[in-house]
């Protein structure tokens, strides 16, 4: 974890943004797991050579007839979802404010492979701590993006990002004058995560 120096509020104007999937996709799919041509596998071998296939047709099983996508969006459209055109993307990001007076922003990055979703039960004990427990004193307020090609953060064809580009797109995903400093946080497990988070102090 770092304390980034202050910054001025700057950057393109965000836009709401609410998780929505047409049904179309979904029905495709489904059709796609019910296509699902399964291959052989030498007999006892479990994980030897790739992924076991009872454990494959099981989660391809789950897929099809019990997720639920559409509790999904409804969890995570709890928080108050953006997105705003970034060095030629639209960025999507989370923006969570604190209670109390004087919240300290902070920056979520996730990793790779992953997505916000890893934080839908941090982030209401890090903006409303006394919901939990905690003093009103001790809140941030988050700012959570989807990595550049990652989650909402992506569409068909968009130019390339590699760490450096990731923490300065970051860098200006700035959305409140709560700017005076910032800490940044990454997911340690995984190099892309932290990688961005270091650059950005």
Known sequence: MAIA??????????LPFTIALDDGVLLDLKRRLDATRWPDEIAGS?????TDLRYLRSLVDYWRTSFDWRAQEAMLNRFHHFTA???GIDLHFIHERGEGQAP???LLTHGWPGSVVEFHELIPLLTHPTAHGGDARDA???IAPSIPGHGFSFSPNQRRFGLREIADTFQTCWVTGDTRRTVTTGVRSCRRGSGTSIRQA
């Open 46 to 50: 479990d994980w030897a050579f790739g």
């Open 104 to 106: 300290l922003p902070l």
């Open 140 to 142: 941030f307020t988050v």
């Open 85 to 87: 055109p970034i060095d």
């Open 5 to 14: 120096p202050a910054r001025e509020p700057h950057g393109p104007e965000p």
